[in-house]
């Protein structure tokens, strides 16, 4: 697991490792994890890129996940929205992270394009991102509540979250509420000029290529949208060919 550091902001900690060199003037990268994930959830993937591009890496554990403090109040559907408006700008400010490539996972990936479309930005790698409900993801979700509850979730979450009911009731209950089923972003992603890769498995549980696909037909800037043989996690399941697409995308940004 990478040493990690605490970052205040607005007086709450949040967990975050900092890894590779200034790059020689290229963008640094900012990774945002998915709905239960954590810095240490992305077993050194982000270290493996900032490597293989030569670039300086930045990847941060939202509150409520792995080190970081609670979140002051429970999460409501504009959750992401508010993240990638706030968190996300102020935490580039407070690191140096001038015009980060946001790199996004599922929920870290909605964050990642809400928050280009919202800020300066030199790209966008998103990771089976979601900009809309999906009734058939819900029962993968629902899943997840059952095995937190009744089976061995909680203990293997423990392992990478101070909090585990934090980290889970705040994914959890937030995408089963009655108005999530209604939740979209599809109109904020003309805001993102910025070149997009968008990632997505072709036997993802919780979301289908619908997601990059409108994203490559909102966006205002250049989107390459690839299809991958795996489920909902790329850079675990293939992370070598995750791994190249990243960093050939890398290599062709202005």
Not at 204 to 213: A, F, K, M
Request: glycine content about 10%; charged content about 20%.
């Amino acid at each position: 697991m990478p040493a990690t550091s605490l970052l205040e902001l607005d007086g709450l900690r949040h967990e975050y490792s900092d890894t590779g060199g200034p790059g020689d003037g290229r963008a640094p990268l900012l990774f945002l994890h998915e709905g239960l994930g954590s810095v240490g959830l992305w077993r050194g993937f982000h270290e493996r890129i900032a490597a293989a591009a030569g670039r300086r890496a930045v990847a941060y554990s939202r509150l409520g996940h792995g080190r970081s403090d609670r979140p002051p109040a429970p999460r409501g559907t504009e959750f992401m929205a508010i993240e990638a408006t706030t968190t996300v700008p102020a935490l580039c400010a407070a690191l140096g992270l001038d015009r980060p490539v946001l790199v996004g996972h599922s929920d870290g990936g909605t964050i990642a394009l809400l928050a280009a479309a919202a800020m300066a930005v030199s790209g966008v790698v998103v990771l089976a991102p979601h900009v809309l409900t999906e009734r058939f993801a819900l029962t993968a979700i629902r899943a997840a509540r059952t095995a937190f509850e009744d089976g061995d979730l909680r203990t293997r979450m423990a392992r990478h979250h101070d909090d585990p009911d934090a980290a889970f009731r705040g994914w959890n209950d937030m995408w089963l509420a009655e108005e999530f089923t209604s939740w979209d972003v599809r109109d904020a992603l003309a805001g993102i000029t910025a070149p997009v890769l968008g990632l997505q498995g072709d036997d993802d549980p919780y979301g289908s290529i619908l997601h990059v696909r409108a994203v490559q037909e909102r966006a205002s800037g250049p989107v390459t949208v690839t299809g991958l043989p795996c489920g909902h996690a790329p850079h675990l399941e293939l992370p070598d060919e995750t791994a190249e697409a990243i960093t050939t995308f890398l290599r062709d940004l202005p």
